[in-house]
């Protein structure tokens, strides 16, 4: 059992062989998509407090800085940027939800808090949340990518098998620690328009949520971020129509688009075509791809050597 020496318990309710579920601000958060999914499930499944890991040891508070609040306009308290566990049960399934910055320090020691946490629990499985940038128009579906390394996993949820070598991010070392602690891992990520980067989205993080619901068989629960959908689809509209080039951008977008796929709101994925150069989780970390995600897409030389030079890039900076 790791040591947990860096969480603070806030209380240790019993769970069922609970799926870990863990999304993380920053780098692998494209337009706070995969922040609001677990936000969302942790306000409207009404998820309780579970524990709390100490960022001293993990966050370079230069880069991600604590506030300052005033209570009745004269007591002042530091609020840290704290990594937080919430637990819940939601359709007779228990699940802990886990939810903050991305640690700067000391990954490796990060990582064993939350798998400690889930072999505490028994966990069922660990699934990361991520959100990329891609070239996909605004008003079709989103589309989730869902990847995975166990057989039994895949074939259960229909995901695709990791294959990618190179740098990766927190969520790539949370996945390995916890293959290597021999529990089940998925991550899904949901591909939001890189012309609206700066723009929350309500509907990629509601896609992920669907997506978590059907592999963990929780709720859930869209409803608000439904209610914000034409806002959001709005607001990029009057973007694109206050400049000419990115109106032309987006048709040629929804031309290409049309083309891969007329009759389906999801992309479809040859199961034979995927085993040769599939797009692994860690390759979407950096929250950008190249094009629309298609079978030509995943299977060109191009776009993988694009997209491992991005990702070594960032590695080096």
């Excluded at 806002?231 to 206050?242: L, M, V």
Aim: hydrophobic letters at 40%; a negative charge; glycine letters at 4%.
């Amino acid at each position: 059992m790791a040591d947990l020496e860096h969480v603070r318990w806030i209380r240790r309710p019993e769970l069922r062989r609970p799926h870990v579920v863990a999304a993380f601000t920053g780098w692998n958060d494209a337009a706070d998509a995969a922040s609001t999914a677990l936000r969302t499930l942790i306000e409207r499944l009404g998820a309780a407090p579970l524990a709390e890991i100490d960022p001293e040891e993990f966050t370079d508070f230069a880069t991600i800085r604590p506030h300052v609040r005033l209570a009745d306009g004269s007591t002042r308290s530091i609020v840290w940027p704290t990594v937080s566990m919430w637990s819940v049960t939601s359709n007779d399934q228990d699940l802990i939800l886990i939810l903050g910055p991305e640690p700067a320090l000391r990954w490796k020691l990060f990582c064993q808090q939350i798998i400690g946490v889930a072999l505490t629990y028994k966990a069922r499985s660990v699934i990361s949340l991520g959100a990329l940038l891609a070239d996909v128009p605004h008003r079709h579906p989103t589309q989730v990518l869902g990847t995975a390394v166990d057989q039994e996993m895949i074939d259960a949820h229909d995901l695709q098998r990791s294959r990618y070598e190179g740098p990766t991010g927190i969520v790539g070392v949370l996945n390995d620690a916890a293959h290597r602690a021999e529990l089940s891992t998925a991550s899904l990520w949901a591909a939001v328009p890189a012309y609206a980067a700066q723009l929350p989205s309500p509907k990629a993080a509601a896609a992920l949520i669907e997506r978590l619901a059907e592999i963990v068989g929780c709720e859930a629960p869209t409803t608000v971020l439904d209610a914000q959908l034409d806002r959001y689809e709005e607001a990029i509209d009057q973007i694109i129509e206050s400049d000419p080039s990115m109106a032309s951008y987006l048709e040629r977008l929804e031309n290409m688009d049309d083309e891969y796929d007329e009759d389906d709101d999801e992309y479809s994925y040859s199961e034979d075509d995927s085993d040769d150069e599939d797009l692994d989780s860690d390759m979407v970390e950096t929250g950008t791809t190249s094009g629309p995600i298609t079978e030509e897409s995943l299977d060109s030389e191009a776009f993988l050597e694009e997209v491992e030079q991005f990702l070594r890039s960032q590695h080096d900076d």
